[in-house]
């Protein structure tokens, strides 16, 4: 597919929705500014109501901006509307048309560009193969599964060859297994055509799996935006770190500082961990810790006692108290290890580099 | 609780400021008795010189509205909780198809010829001489078998929402069957059948040709109206009447469409999970079914009257044998082929218009922002809560000297034009509630899913909305040709003899007493009506969208 690949930008965009019942003004999305790189596969992750979906739909262009301007490459396009936007979207209801075919489906953007005959044709069979449909252009569409029609829905978006794609939480209807195999499918053709794809979801495991680039939302603004790796190891506030995997937050104030180092006092004990710029001492800090990065110990670091040991296969899930503050932690590969059981007192260990100073 | 504390706080401080409370008496007591007293008794005057019809219209309305309910909940009830036999299962499907395809007198004509003077069941075999099926008691009778299908696939509807994990949380808990249905079941009808009832009275007060045929000399609003203007020639007074009879059933119309029918959506939004156990019992299954069954095939038997109506020689006297004359008198004496040819020329142009219209403005109220939608769903809907009969008043008065007595447009009135065009008004409503529910059943990505691949609204309409909407297109159109041709209360006032109609046909010869004709014109209408509806199912079978969109 030998098209420039183009970008997205975003440039101070509002959305302001009314709210049915009380009939008060919201902003949906406030003053969100994005850079989508060409060629990028970015997601929007967020919580329901976070502005993810306004955003994207604001982008493909049945919402119009409040404020702010949307550029495809280097071209404003506020103007113009969803027919004439060189963008493609895979709907979450696959919304495919009843009755068409799975040939006629995919081939209706082209018809409507009036592609000749032969080269449509020769186009959906090739973005068939694709995705793996060949030998199913005959069938209606509710003769197909959920994810033989989320193919035909992602095919009729590619076969247009429109420089972005845009993705409405597209597997969200499929059971969990269904959507392990697609999202793979999904990153795979992507990377294979090369599109700028920008994808809405509210599963983190999906955002992690698929994208270069992770957008948080939260209440209508960018809350981080990142690579997975970013986003995880470091991130900015708790609203992300939560959302993001498991997180347990250790709070306390700073005691001391050497170097790059800084010691808190967390319940009483003092943590040594490494700190970042501008913190002052005597101010409180919370201090990022994922479940996989700490082990139960007899010795060194924090006291804590146990609450809750279960087994769950391939880890033990432990949750601890280190004085009033509750710690959940995996313990990984747990067959030759010593199991702690509830009530027994112990120390939590980690290394102090894994963890993340907010 | 902090909001009723400081009500509280605001009222007793109030209270402590007696020049306040005092203005606020004497303002109160002036704008109710120098502005809303006077407009009130302007409002009971303007009653008052027809209370007779006004009280008859209402006492009508009310018990005709009871019953139909009652009755459509039993049936309702039996239909979707009682295991039933094929056989009762069909005499339920054409009680509730009957009232559809037939013209809307039908059942005074045979109730006459069944229980009247000279009617076959009161007396050849009770032997009842005089028995007086006019009056109240009639248009009651007739009206509550008219009407209570409508209610019976309303209420099949609500009932079929109700999540059957409800009634066996209610039995699990030791609750017994009748415990269920008033406890569980019974509330959460309530709003339904509210909601029944109101359209039943809205349906019965606005009722023309049944109070026409059988009211004798009980007189209710719409046939005062008539016998105003055909009588008495009194356009004034009829147009005082229609006033009175609108603001009844706009009143009625207000209370269903925004009170009743929010609640009704409230208590029911809920898909029934899985199927019902269907009631096997058969203490409860047998007298309801044996009770179902015989009040549908009373009502089938009433319909059937008709045509075998036509063909005795001579109703009440002369039973044998069958004969063809009153249907070759139809055509060779008294113009049938023309009375024929207007009503189905005059509804064959009407129906496509009728069914293009409320698809559009269905079209543009559920998937189009613009500012004036409001105003165009209100008004289109407007024509359902008014009554024929008012509108043909109001035609009269607003056309007969041409729009504000201008002269402008005052040549439609009289022609086949402003019959059309009232044939139209009065199907709209009805095509457009049934476009809005088909437009809104279609997932607003699939548009959207084609205007992203490049469409315009044109071509999306066209290539998509169109297509997936056809078969409620289809079902409008004949649904607004069989409304058109069995239509009455509005062409009744507006028809001038240039043209006859089938309906208004009929009533002449109804009420001129020659049963036998009525019934002959009749049964080639509901051949007519039947025939269409037969088609129309025909053709959705073998072309239709439903198939395909229906199983996913």
Known sequence: MAKVKKGVRLEHI????????????????????????????????????CGKTTTLRMIAGFESPDEGEIYLGDEPINELTPNKRDTAMVFQSYALLPHYNVFDNVAYGLKLRKVPKDEIKERVMKILDLVELTGMEGRMTNQLSG???????????????????????????????????????????QQEVGITAIYVTHDQSEAMALSDNIIIMSKGVVAQMGTPQEIYYHPVNE?????????????????GRDGKNVTLSIEGNPLTVEGRDGMEKGKEYTVVLRPEAATLADEGGLPCKVVLSCFMGSYQNYHVMVGDTLVKLEEHNPKNKHIYQVGDTCRLVFDPKSVHVL | MARGQGAALDRKKLMADPIMVTTIVVLITFLTLFILYPLAILLVDSFVGFTRAITNTLKVGFLVGILSSLIGLLFAYVEVYVRMN???????????????????????LS????????????????????????????????????FFPVCYMMLKGLLKNIDPSLEEAARDMGAGRWKVFADVTLPLMLPGLGNAFLVTFIESIADFANPMLIGGSYDTLATTIYLQITGAYDKAGAAAMAVVLLCITLAMFAVQKYYLEAKTAATLTGKASRARMLIEDRSVKVPLTIFCSLSAAFVILMYICVPIGALFPTWGYKFFPLTGKWFSQVFTRYHG????????????????????????????????????KGFIEAVSMLAMAVPGTVLGVGYIRGFSQGVFHTGFLQGIYGTGLILIIVFVVRSLPTGTRSGISALRQIDKSIEESAYDMGADSFKVFMTVTLPLIKDSFLSGLVTAFVRSITAISAIILLVTPSYLLITVQ???????????????????????????????????????????????
């Open chain 2, 111 to 146: 109730m006459i010829m069944l229980f009247g003077k000279a009617g076959i069941i009161t007396r050849f075999l009770l032997g009842i001489y005089d028995n007086n099926v006019y009056g109240f008691w009639g248009i009651v009778i007739v009206q509550t078998l008219t």
């Open chain 1, 14 to 49: 509002s959305k302001i929705y009314q709210d049915p019942k009380t009939g008060k003004e919201f902003y949906a999305v406030k003053d969100t500014s994005l850079e989508i790189a060409p060629g990028s596969f970015v997601t929007l992750l967020g919580p329901s109501g």
């Open chain 2, 337 to 372: 082929f023309k009375a024929f040819k207007d009503s189905f020329v005059l509804s064959f142009i009407s129906a496509p218009i009728t069914a293009l219209l409320s698809m559009i403005i269905s079209y543009l109220v559920v998937k189009r922002k613009f500012k004036a």
């Open chain 2, 86 to 108: 094929k056989v009762v299962g069909g005499l339920f499907k054409v009680v509730s198809m009957l009232p559809v395809v037939s013209p809307p007198f039908v059942l005074s």
């Open chain 1, 239 to 255: 609203f992300v770190a939560d959302f993001i995997g498991e997180a347990n937050f250790l709070k306390g104030p700073m005691t």
């Open chain 1, 147 to 189: 994810g033989q029609q989320q193919r035909v829905a992602l095919a009729r978006a590619l076969v247009i060859e429109p420089s972005v794609l845009l993705f409405d939480e597209p597997l969200s209807n499929l059971d969990a297994k269904l959507r392990v195999t697609m999202r793979t499918e999904i990153r795979r053709i």
């Open chain 2, 506 to 552: 009929i009533n002449e010869f109804a009420e001129k007493g020659s049963y036998s004709l009525a019934c002959a014109f009749a049964t080639i209408l509901i051949i007519i009506t039947y025939s269409a509806v037969l088609l129309m199912n025909l053709f959705i079978k073998h072309f239709g969208t439903s198939k395909t969109t229906k199983e996913d």
